[in-house]
């Protein structure tokens, strides 16, 4: 048995990876209920689980509560050298962005934001919370720290449209310098909440820290992304 | 109880997040032993251990088997835009890098090699699969695959040593354009056994396809990190 497990194990893993990728199981399409894919596998219901949590881990499959399991939709591709914004890059793949804002509020900045901003201690930030989704499917929990000193009244606006754009419409400001960080990491407790997935799933976070076009600290992004949501690319020329 | 416990693991998380960031405990330290630590905060282990492994999932903290769990070392910073390699990259950051070679061989190269590489079906490629330790601990495993027509003989050299530093050296073969592509997944069985961790850990898989001084596709490399090794970062002018 000992043996016998992790072969088990990767051969289920592999006949389903063959399938998805080769369009038999389609992408958004559920996969057959679990008695039924063990019987087809021959195998246990432990065997199974472990197969299909390694194929969640690797972000091909997701679960959803009491419904069952899926095939993930295609990764979006994340570019950080292309300028873009949510909505403009999830539209340009052919997708469908929605944006919903949790919480918006004048707050004492945290540490953390104070030395991302460059803001004195015990400065005040906008922080606007939002989840985003691709195609209906939550895949994006952001919180947006803005230095209150450039953006006045923003909070009256609608904070579900593109703040990129919105920038530019109503304070003429725009993106300039970039500083992106990237790590994988599990999602903590408001986050997870959020994407309505558990405390400590896999996610990258990716911290933004954004100037204008004078070369002002304007805001910064803590980015939370489901780790089946998104592939990054970058292409580094000669 | 089902109140309470999600709030005592938080609790137990945020108090040694803030040991940690306050240097209390160490890089690379040993925590105390479950037992112990179940005393220090009043709590079950069961409520113990899903502190610990949010932590671990976040990259706080890692455990080795039969000896405990330690504070991780810091993530090693990896631009993309700046050509380094990993011998350069480790020791430009005051760490000590070191290579063993797995296993290195002519092979027919598989279909997703010969997409990268524009190779004709049934074509060979050399495959250099190597782990990569910083300050002693595994941290990257490597799948190197060299188009042979511009590396004869590679396979005599000492492949435990930077391929960037050889290829200059005796091919006078320099990298030019490249493209890298990154994803969050969880470790396959080689990439596992290679880092001693177990099937399914979480990584960051990070695929480099790379030309050389003339335009040509001379080889790619397809790199799993463990996920609380590295953290990237792009800094984007204006």
Redesign the interface.
């Given at each position: 048995m000992r043996d016998e497990a992790?072969r088990a194990?990767?051969a289920i893993c592999r006949a389903l990876e063959e399938q998805i990728e080769h369009g038999l199981l389609a992408a958004g399409s559920k996969l057959p209920a679990e008695r039924k894919l063990s019987e087809v596998f021959d195998t246990t219901r432990i065997t199974l689980r472990e197969a299909l949590?390694?194929l969640e881990?690797?972000?091909l499959i997701y679960r959803e509560e009491r419904r069952g399991w899926f095939v993930s939709l295609p990764?979006l591709a994340y570019n950080?050298?292309v300028?873009s914004h949510f909505d403009a890059m999830v539209g340009e793949q052919g997708r469908t962005p929605s944006t919903e804002v949790i919480a918006a509020r004048l707050m004492p900045a945290p540490a953390v934001i104070c030395d991302l901003l460059e803001l004195p201690a015990l400065s005040s930030v906008i922080q606007i919370r939002r989840a985003r989704r691709v195609d209906g499917r939550l895949v994006l929990y952001v919180e947006h720290y803005l230095n209150p000193a450039y953006f006045p009244g923003i909070l009256d606006f609608d904070l579900t449209l593109s703040l990129t754009e919105l920038y530019a419409r109503q304070y003429d400001i725009h993106y300039?310098?970039?500083?992106?960080?990237?790590?994988?990491?599990?999602l903590?407790?408001e986050a997870a909440a959020a994407l309505k997935v558990s405390?400590?799933s896999?996610?990258?976070r990716i911290t933004r820290v954004n100037?204008d076009?004078h070369g002002r600290l304007i805001d910064c992004d803590i980015e939370c992304w489901r780790?089946?949501a998104i592939?990054?690319?970058?292409?580094?020329?000669?």
């Open positions: 992790p194990v990767t949590g390694q881990a690797q972000g990764r950080p050298l300028r300039g310098r970039v500083r992106f960080d990237m790590v994988p990491t599990a903590h407790l405390v400590g896999p996610a990258l100037r076009q780790h089946d592939h990054v690319s970058v292409e580094v020329p000669e």
